[in-house]
């Protein structure tokens, strides 16, 4: 089945510092999605983004889908920043597939 | 506009119990989708519906079973708990259910707890 790497699986930032969170995924994509989880386990959109560059704010996302990874760029980091950054991948008639995420701590 | 909304928020249950859980997609959405999140873990498919007809089902055993309404809300019944049933249970709502995959949206989750 489709398989999704998320990496790196923990990562601990100091408030201002830039991050890139990769997504590596085993088939082709019709739907690749970021979405960041809250501490409540509220799953907030990010992006959905199956090909190309897109950025909100102090993210931006690109998925390269012939090369099959995806970036999430967080840009001066807030500790509001800090949760769990899962990736999903859709391809033909697959359910959403999510990787393990990656723990985010982000330090004042 | 109300995003997906879930109910209850939580919930506590006996081993052999059953429980039911029910979601309200986002107005104008017609696909429902079920994930079960256990700690540490990324949430895992559990079922789709799309026009009230089940048009997916991941790996989980046939105690678990759903049903979309003509209102296009939800329900997730769970019969027989097992204290491995314990996770947050998500709903997610979509404009289809085709092969078309159009985003998803999450619910809040109901964080269900079996002792």
């Known amino acids: 089945g489709i398989q999704v790497e998320q990496s790196p699986p923990d990562l601990i930032l100091q408030e201002g510092a830039n991050s890139t969170l990769r997504c590596n995924f085993s088939d082709s994509v019709n739907n690749l999605q970021w979405f960041h989880q809250n501490p409540w386990g509220q799953l907030i959109n990010l992006f959905y983004?199956?090909?190309g560059t897109k950025q909100n704010g102090r993210l931006s996302a690109t998925t390269v889908a012939t090369e099959r990874y995806s970036l999430l760029y967080i840009s001066s980091s807030q500790t509001t920043d800090s949760g769990v950054y899962f990736c999903?991948?859709?391809?033909?008639?697959?359910?959403?597939?999510f990787g393990k995420g990656t723990r985010l701590s982000v330090i004042a | 506009d109300a995003g997906v909304t879930q109910s209850p928020t939580h919930l506590i249950k006996t081993r052999g119990q059953h429980v039911t859980l029910r979601c309200s997609p986002i107005?104008?959405?017609?696909?429902v989708s079920w994930y079960q999140q256990v700690l540490g873990q990324g949430p895992q498919f559990i079922f789709q519906y799309y026009e009230k007809e089940e048009r997916g089902r991941g790996n989980f055993p046939d105690r678990f079973s759903a049903r979309q309404f003509p209102n296009y809300s939800s329900e997730l019944n769970v019969n027989a708990l097992l204290l491995g049933d314990s996770a947050l249970y998500l709903c997610?709502?979509?404009?289809?259910?085709?092969?078309?995959?159009?985003?998803?949206?999450f619910g809040p989750g109901t964080r269900l707890t079996v002792t």
């Open positions: 107005s104008g959405h017609k696909s």
């Open positions: 997610a709502s979509s404009l289809t259910g085709g092969l078309i995959r159009y985003e998803q949206y």
């Open positions: 999903a991948h859709h391809s033909g008639n697959t359910p959403l597939v």
């Open positions: 983004i199956p090909s």
